[in-house]
């Protein structure tokens, strides 16, 4: 399983910033430690073309060259700086190569990503640009190109906080299905429609969280019964544990390693590819955070090493090496 990083470009953040930047690197030290099978690689950034599949290019241009007014630099939670557009375009690039290897290999990871408060012309809630959407499109285009055929995206997102950007940006958008559980008085207030919307109130535990979980899964399979997804995006947001500072939801990690053992299954066993966004975590320890996003990478691991029926036919071009961008490995 390969995962792509980003963590060296850190954010001149000011002193009492309550945004988590250590944690990417966290997670990534303790991969190496535990998990030797993930094979880690340094992200390349997205380019201006990429970044304009999912956004206006006056809002790219503005992120690129530091013209974002102080309102939008307000909403989307980070100063301006040369290292927060640098981070934001090796964000999405880590996601649009992760779907790549996803497609050839079955699953593959961003160890950040999940930026899914970014709209078409706005960043939003720590995020700049929109790697799910961008990552869809752009593997929607390739698909197209070499395979004279549609790929449909769906994007499971399991966050504790609504996908609106992502659910604004696909909104008439048949090929991509977007499906957000969270929770229904958690950021963003006000919400934007994706296909299924599953509100949580407060206080939910591992049982009702889990059974709201299966459901959207299910209407996720029933809603495409004629034609699977032929990729998921899927945003396992660490955010709905009990000892989160955002989260507002009282789930075990012991639940949240079960509900990413029932995606993973459920992907794997219709042969459908798996991209994998941490999204959201914001623990009172910021350990306990990376322990829960860590059991997300086991339990993939575990799930794709019964097996990976049903792994689709990858077109020559997005075969490493073939225009696809490269990366640098990391040794483990």
Known sequence: MRAYYADHFV??????????????????????????????????????????????????????????????????????????????????????????????????????????????DSGSGYCVFNDLAVAARLMQAEWHRLQRRLLRVAVVDLDVHQGNGTAAIFRDDPTVYTLSVHGAKNFPFRKVASDLDVDLPDGCTDEPYLGAVDAALDRLWLDHRDQMPGLVFYQAGADPHEGDRLGRLKVSASGLAERDRRVFTACRSRGIPVVLTMGGGYGHVIEDTVAVQLQTYREALTVWRIGNPGKPEVPAMLQRGNNAPHATDTPN
Do not use: C
């Not at 992200?43 to 201006?48: F, G, H, I, K, V």
């Open 11 to 120: 954010l001149p953040l000011p002193p009492g910033h309550r945004f988590p930047m250590q944690k990417y690197r966290l997670l990534r030290d303790a991969i190496v430690a535990e998990l030797p099978e993930v094979r880690l690689s340094q992200a390349l950034a997205a380019s201006e073309g990429e970044l304009a599949l999912a956004h206006t290019p006056g809002y790219v241009d503005a992120v690129m060259h530091g013209t974002l007014s102080a309102a939008q630099q307000r909403e989307i939670g980070f100063p301006w700086s040369p290292a927060m557009a640098e981070r934001a375009r090796r964000s999405v690039g880590a996601t649009v190569s992760a779907a790549r290897d996803a497609l050839r290999e079955g699953i593959a990871a961003n160890l950040a990503g999940g930026t899914h408060h970014a709209s078409a």
